[in-house]
């Protein structure tokens, strides 16, 4: 498995986000269930997406940027055939390099109630969850996350001089 990253409007990138619209739509019920404004490409400052060995796109991720020390995880998706396959781990693994590559001190992101399987996932990969914050901190349906990126294991200190 490859991971790149693309520009937000590349037309695996937009088709991997139309299907994780697509499903949200079928979890929730209506076909805007986000409480924040949606990602632009404006807003996006790094979009990956993985490939699978044939060539395959089989899951995506972003970042926004929110300040200097920390980012927003949006659009984390997976197609159903690609789950169980180790490609979330994979996706997550490229943006927290992003992110550390950066001196960004956390990766925070929000999920939904109806999305057992994604909290399951952040909270295994180290994920703890925080208070709603911003635009999702009046929404009775999300659920909130963060990580630290340095600090957790000695061997990341090493990663950010000056971090602190």
Known sequence: MIVRRVAWDDPEATALRGAQRAEMELRYGTPDSEPGPAPTAADITAFFVAYSDDGEPAGCGGLRQLSDTEAEIKRMYV??????????????DALETFGRERAWLRLVLETGDAQPDAIRFYEREGFTRIPNFGHYADSALSICFEKSLFGSDPA???????CQ
Do not use: K, M, Q
Not at 79 to 92: D, E, F, K, N
Not at 156 to 162: K, N, P, T, Y
């Open 156 to 162: 990341d200190d090493a990663l950010c001089e000056g």
């Open 79 to 92: 197609a159903p055939h690609h789950r169980g396959s180790g490609v979330s781990t994979t996706i997550l």
